[in-house]
């Protein structure tokens, strides 16, 4: 659906005159904020419920009161951005704070009274309010009038709701949904319909070929195809947390089979036929099939973990020795230790073990332990979790060790 201009006349009778910061700052407040909540309301219950937990919505109730401290913005930080195609609600947050997980911060006057505070569209101009000691992100343009004094004129975007930016990059994300499952147990694909014949009897599948199937569907149309689950270990421990299957491809299904007796007496299976839909290594006979889940890749926003945290990187996506940034890890930390979809954690370097030389002995020495990147949290289950190397300045490998921001 698509959001209306509300009519200047009524809303906007004068312009809020900023030539006085620290006086007129709840003025310009009311205004932009006010235009915004009036804009966003008619959408509400059409919109995207994109989640918001009770710690994100108090943090950004206690700003919408008072502000952010100037100290908590980045060094950096400029008056005004004007909103691309493409940025992410991370990034825009990344550029005036010094913790882009803290993003209730930033949008936290819109929180009280706007259900989703990620409605943030290309074409915006966001405006950093600073006036006494406190930061507050407005939603306008700044202009200038004929005597040179600044005033803040609130614009109010129409356009499509599916336009809002992001709040992660979820492009790099959306195909390991499907891709990057971790198993409870080895059982879980043994028991699962199979591939039992191909299409002329080849010996490999490739895209648009018909593959032959048996066991229950439950009715089901869509389904992903695995092969060769393997054990996934806690670096302490050495307990096997969950099995993660290699992704084969996915499968449509053409007809259900069929059971009963043939002309002979005897029992006759007639397995189900499926068409290869797409594909990331040629099927075979023996690989197994798993629901295709629902599209649970909406927005997430970025956050700190509900509780402290800390743990190690079981494996990089893929059988790669190492990972750097836009690429996917294993956590062994899942559900029951506190994680969620979106939770910010942080990426360590064991600090080497040398010999210091300074000294006639040449005594050993450990270097200390570096932070040196992030990760976010995009799929969870019980023991384990799945991240994206956010960024990160040296290759991460298993055993690393991740904490809470």
Known sequence: MTQRSLPQAAHTPSRPDLRAPARSAAAVAAAVSGLLVATLASSARAEPNFPISPQQRSTAQQVAEAGVPLSELSPNAPDSHTVKRGDTLWGVSGLFLKSPWRWPELWGMNLQQIRNPHLIFPGQMLYLDKSNGRARLRVGQVLSDSSGNARLSPRVREGNLDDAIATVPLHLLEPFFNEAVIFDSSDELLKA?????????????SRGETAYVRGELGGRRDWR?????????????????GYEAQFVGTLALVREGAEGTGADGQPLVVPSTFTVNSI?????VGDRLAPVPPRDFNNMAPHAPRQDVAGQLVSIYGDALSAG????????????DGLDRGAILALWRDGRTIRDMTLADKPTIKLPDERHGLLLVFRVFDRMSYALILNVKEP??????FTQP
């Open 193 to 205: 319909p199979r591939l039992v014949a191909t299409q002329e009897g080849r010996v490999l599948l």
């Open 225 to 241: 195809l695995f092969r060769e689950p393997k054990p996934l270990r806690d670096p302490a421990t050495r307990e096997v947390l």
């Open 280 to 284: 990331r290594q040629e099927a075979a």
């Open 325 to 336: 940034q836009n690429q996917i890890v294993a956590l062994n930390r899942g559900s029951r």
């Open 396 to 401: 991460v490998k298993a055993g690393d060790r």
